[in-house]
């Protein structure tokens, strides 16, 4: 099954920085990639689709790019609210891999 | 509004059996394909099993395949998840997900309902 890796593993970041993480496929999957933002206690929140189409109501703060192997997730402005841990997931077939997860923390 | 609430988690032993519920509101459920995924404590989000629309093809993660089975009922609303042979590594927070139907992503979640296998 195509493996997908997250960097870095985790990052301390101060509000207004910018920032990015990079998921890459052990194989090329074209666009089917989404992004999503999780906080404990809540359920994940989709943030990017198609690898850089952003969901609605998501701040455009938040980008996406990349295809075939190499995606990132830009936040262009790190806000308070945005520290949470980032998973990329996978929809090129089935298993719907998630990455390992890249956590933001204050720094 | 769409939601998504799970039910049927709980405290069991290893070796015994659990059924997982979602129900759906808020959108024409029999369109979209459904999907759960798990969050062991201190660990990353992994995707479990996932059902199309009517039911025509199930998908399961590799390692889960024979002791975990996804069913749905359109008539209901509903998407379910039969765990059997529970292990301690089974133990965590279960989600039911909805995967979009106009895009490559799981675009509705509900909050969770946590197992927890332990003797």
């Known amino acids: 099954a195509i493996q997908l890796t997250q960097s870095p593993s985790s990052l301390s970041a101060s509000v207004g920085d910018r920032v990015t993480i990079t998921c890459r496929a052990s194989q090329g999957i074209s666009s089917a990639l989404a992004w999503y933002q999780h906080k404990p206690g809540k359920p994940p929140k989709l943030l990017i689709y198609?690898?850089?189409s952003l969901e609605s109501g998501v701040p455009s703060r938040f980008s996406g790019g990349g295809s075939g192997t190499d995606f990132t997730l830009t936040i262009s402005s790190l806000q308070p609210e945005d520290f949470a841990t980032y998973y990329c997931q996978r929809f090129s077939d089935y298993p719907l891999t998630f990455g390992p997860g890249t956590k933001v923390d204050i720094k | 509004e769409v939601q998504l609430v799970e039910s049927g988690g709980g405290l069991v032993k290893p070796g015994e059996s659990l059924k997982l519920s979602c129900a759906a509101s808020g959108f024409t459920f029999s369109y979209f394909s459904m999907n759960w995924v798990r969050q062991a404590p201190g660990r990353g989000l992994e995707w479990v099993s996932s059902?199309?629309?009517?039911?025509?093809?199930?998908y399961y993660e590799d390692s889960l395949k024979g002791r975990f089975t996804i069913s749905r009922d359109n008539a209901k609303n509903s998407v379910f998840l039969q765990m059997n042979s529970l292990r301690v590594e089974d133990t965590g927070l279960y989600y039911c997900?909805?995967?979009?139907?106009?895009?490559?992503?799981?675009?509705?979640w509900g909050q969770g309902t946590l197992v927890t296998v332990s003797s």
């Open positions: 198609d690898a850089s």
């Open positions: 059902i199309s629309s009517s039911a025509t093809y199930k």
């Open positions: 997900a909805r995967l979009s139907g106009s895009s490559w992503s799981f675009d509705q």
